[in-house]
Each structure stands twice: as C-alpha cells, then as structure tokens.
C-alpha cells in the first residue's frame, strides 16, 4: 500500500465527499471455532461477546495480564461456534502466537491464522454502498442493504466465499470485504468500474491515516502498544469490566480504583504548527504528557491530534503547549472525536 | 516539470534568483513534487543571518518534514507572509509568487557550489538522491 495514489490531501477529501478503496490485504485474519469459541473470546478479550449475534461484531482488545494492550480487534461472530478476528497487520504473528497459547490452555477451540489466504479490501465513503453493490449477488441484495453498523455477512464473490462487513477505520460509512487472494483482483477492478456513478478511487495510507486520525480511531504502534490500558487509551467504552473474568481485568480494577496514570485526549493546536507523534506536550513548564498520533486535519481544518497525558494535570478545553521542533506551540484539548463519524448513517 | 533558467539552484533542492544584492530564494518544483501535498512553511524572522548551507527553516507536507537550507550565506530582509499563510500555494508557483525569503547577500557567492537550470535538471534526472 503506497502513502498516495494522488496526493494524501486529494485521496482524503474523496473519501469524506465520494468513495474511496483500500487495499488493505496486510491486515490479519484468525478465524476461532469449537464449542468453546464464544467462552474462550469471553475471556480473551475485552468486550461483551454475549452482545454479539449472528452476523455482527465488535470493537475490542487483547491484554496482558499487567492490563497493557497486546493488540485492538474487532471480533466478528459468524456462527455461535464460528467467530472471525480482524487484527494489525504488524501485530499478527504476535497476536496469534498468544491466541494460540490461551486456546491451549483453555481447550475446547481451534484458532487458525488465515492472514495469506485473505485479501481485505475496504470501501468507504458516502459512496460506498453502492460501489459495493456490484458485488452482490441478487438474492443478496436485500440483506446487504440491511446491514447495519459492524454487522457482517456472507456472499459470494465470482464464485468463491467471501465477507463483507459494513465497518472501517475513516468514520464514513463504508464496507471492509474479506476475499479469498484468487479473486481479489477481479473485486478491485468491478469496484473501479463503478468510478463514473460513485467517484470510487484508490486511497493510501497518508490519507488512511488522517480520516482515521479525525476520527479518533486509534493507531496500535502510536496511540496504545503493550504498556497502555485501554483504561488510559479512551477505550472504556469497549472495556466491560463486569462481564466477568478476562485476561488483564484484575489490573483494570486496581487501575480503576487508584486512577489510571495517563489519560487521553483529542487536541487541536491553535498556533501555526504541526504536532507530531512523539512530541512533548507542556503546561506552565512541566512536561505532562506526549503527543500520540499528530497531523494536519484536512476536513476539520487546521491541524491537531491525540495525545496521552499524566492524569490530573490537565483537563477538557485547557490550552497546553506541543514542543514542535524546540518550539512551544499553543494547543487545546477537545473532546472526542475531532470529527463526527457518519458510520452509522 | 520548470526550472527557470534565469535562477541558480542548490543539491539540496533550493533555489535562488541574485540581483544587485537582495536575493530571492524558495525551493524547487522537483522538491515540491517529491513533497506532495505541502501543509506548513515555517521561516525565519526578517534579521536573522544564516551562513551557506545551514538549516533557515522547515517545509512540511502530509508526509514528511524538511530543513530549507541556504543557498548562499546573507541576513534575511523580508519574509514571504503569502508563503507560510497558504503553503498549498507553493505546489502551483514555487518561484514567482512562492519565493520564501530575501536575502541580503553577504560577500561574493562561489560559484562552484550553485547549478545553473540544466545541471540542476540533469542532477534532478539521475535519479540517485
């Protein structure tokens, strides 16, 4: 995957106003089956899989026991005993050699790294549904149209099973399609020949980047990695601390109790200046915290990002300052996100 | 892609228009190019003095970040506001309107380390930097 097709600011605003494709192929696939599928994600995870259903998924993670994050996921449930998980590109070979290991351990579920065999092809934008629609078969259609937001399904693509699931990482409305390598080239090229109608172009990760990044999705590398809890990376939303016991609970609760060290926040800078991830973030001389994920913002406007900060020194709508190349730039912390999704319109 | 023959231009992908004294200097198309999409400018302030070959100032695009380096060693008079208010600009005029500073030049420039237009374009073509 190319930074750019085009360039990151054209290949962006495509994707807010039309349709954009990304070939996203290097992202992992593991597929988790047997009786004890539902149990074992249960405990391996963070979020509720007894919220899922047939056909529908989640936002979710995987921790080590000290409560830092292994990798984010997102857990599809394809049949009660057959469950789809869609992790880091980078993280797979480690993501799947600890899966591997807790279903040992826990028995009763086969885990099964189908990374090389899948292709993933997303499709977002406002566009999308109907660039995607060619795909679909006509006794499909009218589930396709159902879909709502993380669902998933199954449908036929020239001939081979594949998935599409009506998710992404851009906050438009947009599909992620798992197919298998031998067709994946067809399906990019009928996608392309809807160009005309939808707008539909090919985006690279520049742009993958900033839709995210406006979005306030989370980058595993910049924004959380194995020393952060989801607790500190804003992803308490995800994290059911009451479902019972999972891998890495016991130090969410006593990080609970005693207040986790660093929380995260959107920011936005208000002076000229880019903020980067790594750079420091300051407030009345005092180092308090780091920039984790920086950029332009083309739709928002300006520029800005996500940033984790020590707790107690700094709160909502407080303006701080990004060491931006050894100058101080004023920032603001806002709320999240820095631009509303539209993923479930 | 143009390079104007009437400017002198450096390795480091600046270039440099010297007249009587005051001398212009922004950076090439081939730069902005291998840029893309530029987001920040960030110049020094009229006064300050640089000697040729340090670091003046910083060019951004959705990519990456890189040092501006002078040509040529001078006290900077002028500051192209126009430049660091709409850095897009420099992606459709790097030379005539997308000069980033001027530059009182201080002592006779060598010529040696400055390419006219058709060594910089044969630099440029190698391919190798």
Redesign the interface.
């Given at each position: 995957m190319p930074?750019?097709y085009t360039?990151?600011?054209?290949e962006h605003k495509a994707v807010r106003e039309a349709c954009g494709v990304f070939d996203v192929s290097h992202m992992g696939e593991v597929l988790v089956t047997g009786a004890n599928a539902g149990a074992f994600l249960q405990y391996l995870t963070i979020n509720d899989i007894e919220k899922l259903k047939d056909g529908s998924g989640q936002y979710s993670a995987m921790l080590h026991d000290h409560g830092g994050m292994i990798d984010d996921l997102i857990v599809y449930r394809l049949k009660s005993d057959r469950f789809l998980l869609c992790v880091n590109a980078s993280n797979t070979a480690k993501d799947f050699a600890w899966i591997e290991k807790q279903a040992a351990k826990f028995g009763g579920v086969q885990v099964a790294n189908e990374s090389s065999a899948w292709s993933q092809l997303a499709v977002q934008g406002p566009n999308s549904a109907k660039a995607v629609e060619v795909l679909i078969g006509a006794t499909d259609l009218a589930q396709f149209r159902s879909l709502q937001y993380m669902d998933i399904m199954s449908i036929t693509l020239f001939g081979k099973a594949a998935l599409v699931a009506r998710t992404g990482y851009t906050g438009e409305h947009g599909y992620e399609i798992y197919l298998p390598n031998a067709v994946a080239e067809k399906t990019w090229l009928a996608l392309m020949e809807t160009q005309p109608a939808t707008g539909i172009q090919p985006i690279g990760l520049?742009a993958r980047d900033?839709l995210r990044l406006e979005a306030c999705y989370l980058l595993y590398g910049n924004d959380m990695n194995d020393e952060v809890s989801p607790l500190e990376a804003g992803i308490s939303w995800a994290t059911r601390l009451t479902k019972g016991e999972f891998i890495g609970r016991n130090a969410l609760l006593a990080q609970k109790e005693a207040g986790p060290k660093r929380s995260q926040f959107a920011f936005v800078m208000s002076e000229?200046?880019?903020a980067?991830s790594g750079m420091e973030i300051y407030r009345n001389g005092e180092k308090i915290g780091v920039v984790t994920s920086g950029?332009?913002l083309p739709t928002v406007g300006g520029?800005g990002g996500m940033a984790l900060i020590t707790r107690g020194k700094a709160s909502l709508n407080d303006e701080v300052e990004v060491d931006v190349?050894g100058?101080r730039k004023l920032a603001r912390l806002v709320q999240k996100p820095l631009y509303k999704a539209k993923v479930k319109g | 892609m143009e390079f104007p023959v009437g400017l002198k231009y450096t390795k480091d992908h600046e270039w440099i228009e010297l007249s009587s004294g005051v001398a212009k200097v922004g950076v090439t198309a081939y730069a902005i190019d291998q840029l893309?999409?530029i987001?920040?400018v960030?110049l020094p302030k009229v006064g300050d003095t640089f000697e040729a070959g340090a670091a003046f100032g910083?060019i951004?695009s959705?990519?990456t970040?890189s040092d501006l380096y002078m040509p040529v060693a001078g006290k900077v008079v002028e500051v192209n506001k126009a430049a660091?208010d709409n850095p897009e600009s420099l992606q459709t005029d790097p030379y005539k309107n997308g000069w980033l500073v001027k530059l009182e030049v201080k002592g006779t420039p060598s010529a040696g380390a400055l390419l006219d237009a058709s060594a910089y374009e044969a630099f440029v073509a190698d391919g190798s930097h």
């Open positions: 930074v750019s360039t990151v600011l054209q520049g900033t000229d200046g880019i980067r950029s332009v520029a190349r100058k | 893309g999409d987001v920040h960030d910083t951004e959705t990519k970040v660091t």
